[in-house]
Each structure stands twice: as C-alpha cells, then as structure tokens.
C-alpha cells in the first residue's frame, strides 16, 4: 500500500507570524494595522472617514469571519471580508482601487516573507522519496496562489503532486472536501492518506474522520499536545520522514 502525506502549511511548515518581526525590524506596521491602514486610506481619500470607524467594521467582519471559518468551514475570500467591511460602512470603491488593496492585502506574506519551520523542507524532501505528497491548508488571507507562490521561493513546490487550499475549494478543514481534493486529484482512496497538521479539530480529527491516519506537529504550535488523539506527535521535522514511514507499516 502507497500511503499519501498531506500537509498543512500554517505552523506545520509555516512559522505562522514570523514575518512580524521582520516588519518590526523595518519599521514597518504589522500586517493587521497595514491591512486596515490601506482600507481606510482609499476611503479617506474618496470621501473623509475616521480611521475608528474603519477600524470597527474591520472587528465586525473579521468577527463574523471567524464564526463562519469556525462554525461552517468556509474561508471567505479577502473581496469578500472586505466586501462585509465596505457594506458595514455603507460605502464603496471604484473597481480598480478595490482590486489593488485586495492585492495588497493577499501579497503580503509573499513580499515580507514568514519563515520555514526548521528542517520542513528537508523532512519534505525525504519523504517525497517515498510518497506522493500534498498540501490541505486554509488561506485566511493569502490565497492558493500564493501559497503556491512561498512554497515556490523555499523551493519545495514541485515536491507536492496536488493542492487542496479553502480559498479554491470552497470550504475549509476539516470540511472533508478538503480531503477529497486530493483523494480526487491523486486517485488514491481517502484511508490510505496520512495528515501531518498542528490543530487537533482541523488536522487530527477532520481526518480521522474519514479514516486517515494523522500525526499531530507540536514543534511550533504545541497548544494540543497534552489533549490530542492523534496517531503520533512529531516535535521536530528531523522526525518526521520515520513518524510517517512507522504509520505506513502499520
């Protein structure tokens, strides 16, 4: 039996937040503050706003963002949430000055880069060796394309053989349809797929309840590690490539 891995990328191969510091060290505003800065800029612009009020229909829809990702496992795209935003306010913008913030908006983890997790793209490699891998990972902000695009820079893109991202699926994990992307896309049933992922609802349960088996990331994120039914804890991508060749044999 050939098993396939798939993996999230956020704190699984993704340090999550570690541009920030980057941004710091550049004297620059943190993603959050940039994002809404841009929003209320072109706003302001058109017509006089204060930035209070963008700010709090900013909170109201990534409020009902979050509830939607959590209750029906659905990423809005970045046109959407901003489309909540501007409907909150009562206000909108001229098509292609909507365009451009999205874009700005989406690139920003593309052009001040997050780092990779230590060793990930090793423990990537290895196992390509012997798997047919996969990516399954939620695009809160930044899209597929631009996963594809990071993964591209760390030079780990062409070890993957498919991509299920929310933003092009249409729903999130542990929706199983972001399973069945890759069950599809590689013709291989969903028990015979293993989940490498750092949340136990989203990437050790979800599969679980198809069938998969699933190893649980603690080397970033350790938040699940104490309550977790995972199949195995991996600490460290160094272990990674024997954790998934154990689950395998057996």
């Known amino acids: 039996m050939t098993y396939v891995v798939t993996f999230d990328l956020w704190d699984t191969i993704?340090?999550?937040d570690s541009d920030e510091a980057k941004r710091r060290k550049q004297g620059l505003r943190t993603k959050r503050e940039e994002r809404r800065y841009l929003l209320w800029e072109a706003l302001?612009?058109?017509?006089?706003?204060?930035r209070d009020t963008v700010w709090l229909a900013c909170d109201t829809a990534d409020a009902a963002f979050n509830r939607v990702w959590r209750q029906q496992s659905v990423t809005w795209t970045v046109r959407d949430r901003l489309g909540v935003v501007l409907d909150e306010l009562g206000r909108?913008?001229?098509?292609?000055?909507?365009?451009?913030?999205?874009?700005?908006?989406?690139?920003?983890e593309i052009k001040i880069t997050p780092d990779i997790i230590e060793g990930a793209a090793d423990s990537v490699r290895d196992l390509a060796k012997d798997f047919r891998l996969a990516v399954v990972s939620d695009a809160i902000v930044s899209p597929g394309r631009c996963l594809r695009q990071w993964l591209d820079l760390h030079e780990i893109l062409d070890c993957f053989q498919s991509f299920a991202f929310s933003d092009e699926v249409g729903h999130s994990k542990p929706h199983p349809d972001m399973f069945s992307k890759v069950s599809g896309?590689?013709?291989?049933?969903?028990?015979?797929m293993i989940h490498v992922g750092d949340r136990e609802h989203n990437d050790i349960q979800g599969p679980h309840a198809l069938g998969m088996k699933a190893v649980l990331f603690s080397g970033?994120?350790?938040n699940d590690r104490k309550n977790t039914n995972a199949d195995a804890i991996c600490n460290h991508h160094r272990d990674l490539p024997s954790i998934v060749r154990q689950l395998a044999d057996h």
């Open 14 to 16: 993704i340090h999550d």
């Open 44 to 50: 302001n612009r058109q017509q006089r706003i204060s």
């Open 92 to 108: 909108t913008l001229p098509e292609n000055t909507f365009t451009r913030i999205i874009q700005d908006y989406e690139e920003m």
């Open 185 to 192: 896309d590689l013709d291989v049933p969903i028990v015979d």
């Open 220 to 222: 970033t994120r350790d």
